[in-house]
């Protein structure tokens, strides 16, 4: 079993920046895939940013210039830079961690920008 943990969502206001944090902890293995995910009621969960085990980095084109991808392959840990955050970027953000032949979820952590 693995979990994902999410941490630094918040309220912010336009214009400002937050940093998530997503732990992978648990029985884990090598995570090919760890991505961000959003949701906002009422609409379907979006790709937010991916980065692979090589680096290589998958951006929304809503976000490209604004977040920044990373992650620490020996923690299974992966991070979201938001900057020049938009009432727009408001929703539900996920952490996505991709094994071989198995994914998981973590429980979503809150960001709100208000105008």
């Known amino acids: 079993q693995v979990q994902l943990v999410e941490s630094g969502g918040g309220l912010v206001q336009s214009g400002g920046s937050l940093t998530l944090s997503c732990a992978a902890s648990?029985?884990?293995?090598?995570?090919?895939?760890m991505a961000w995910h959003r949701q906002v009621l009422g609409k379907q969960r979006e790709l937010v940013a991916a980065?692979?085990?090589?680096?290589?980095?998958n951006y929304a084109e809503t976000v490209k210039g604004r977040f920044t991808i990373s992650r620490d392959n020996s923690k299974n840990t992966v991070s979201l830079q938001m900057n020049s955050l938009k009432p727009e970027d408001t929703a539900v953000y996920y952490c996505?961690?991709?094994?071989?032949?198995?994914?998981?979820w973590g429980q979503g952590t809150q960001v709100t920008v208000s105008s």
């Open positions: 996505y961690a991709g094994f071989i032949g198995t994914q998981y």
């Open positions: 648990g029985n884990t293995r090598s995570i090919v895939t």
């Open positions: 980065i692979t085990s090589r680096g290589n980095t």
